[in-house]
């Protein structure tokens, strides 16, 4: 691959990382929050590494040229010694070498790396959501035995999981007849009338993302990726406290939000205006 080139993509992937980590919050849709000071710092190395090439081939060209003309100078003046059957070796090899192919060309297909680089810049992919949640299962819940009491509030504020494990390990039965609030974007499912309420989680990036989901029972569906927040009571079926019970809630309000900060963590709702 030739400096240019190599030059080019080093200054481009520096400013795209600086642009999604540093001026934006694009870089959210895909790492974790404390991983963006890693971004950053990526950034600005790539970027002075781009600079530093860039200067130290300037330099190398104006090297050469100066260099290049003391040797002309002198090959010039000791060219009457040089005269004869010399000469003709000498243009002999030159066309030899001219006959050779040139391997410092850059190959077409390497240009296609700026691809990702502009992409960066230019077109940021969109945040993981229902395309993704719907391709997987549910995450596994960790096994709970002992359950704090469930406070008085009213509808309750819940995680995914908490109801999860409340509706299918809970053998007190707290979550029974209690009015909850949850938030999570729209997962379309095939069967009619009802949607799963989905939070993606990622422990590092969005290549190790994994879903939590509670379906919805309601009279409407809302578009998929639309952020709500959900109340309603739990939506009876198996035998509750075991794992038969369904992860379900028929929904009394449904109402849009926007996507929260920390819409890859499976958080609490944010309190109703």
């Known amino acids: 691959m030739r400096r240019p ?3 080019t993509l080093l200054v481009l992937c520096g400013l795209g990382l600086l642009h999604a980590s540093l ?4 870089c959210l849709r895909y790492v974790k929050p404390g991983m963006r000071p890693l971004l950053v710092v990526s950034g600005v190395v790539l ?4 600079i530093a090439e860039a200067a130290t081939r300037e330099g190398r060209k104006g090297h050469g040229r100066h260099g290049g003309q003391a040797h002309g100078d002198s090959a010039h003046g000791g060219h009457a010694h040089g005269s004869g059957p010399h000469t003709e070796a000498e243009q002999h090899h030159g066309a030899d070498a001219h006959a050779g192919h040139d391997h410092s060309a850059v190959p077409r297909v390497a240009w296609l790396l700026l691809l990702p680089a502009l992409s960066l810049l230019f077109y940021a992919p969109p945040a993981l959501g229902a395309y993704t949640a719907s391709r997987q299962p549910a995450k596994v819940v960790a096994e709970q035995d002992d359950f704090d009491p469930l406070p008085k509030t009213s509808p309750l504020p819940i995680t995914l999981t908490d109801f999860t494990t409340r509706v299918q390990q809970d053998r007190t039965l707290a979550i029974k007849g209690r009015t909850v609030q949850m938030s999570g974007l729209v997962t379309p499912v095939a069967a009619g009338g009802s949607w799963d309420l989905t939070r993606i989680i990622i422990s590092c990036c969005a290549a190790d993302a994994q879903s939590v989901k509670v379906r919805i029972y309601s009279d409407s569906i809302p578009p998929a990726n639309t952020w709500v927040s959900v109340t309603g009571n739990w939506h009876p079926g198996g035998k509750l406290g075991t794992k038969s019970a369904p992860v ?3 929904a009394q309000t449904t109402k849009k939000i926007q ?3 920390n819409g890859y963590q499976d958080a609490l ?3 109703s205006g």
């Open 259 to 261: 996507r929260p900060s």
């Open 248 to 250: 379900a809630l028929d």
């Open 47 to 50: 970027l002075v590494l781009g």
């Open 23 to 26: 001026f934006t919050d694009l």
């Open 5 to 7: 080139l190599q030059v």
């Open 269 to 271: 709702p944010f309190p």
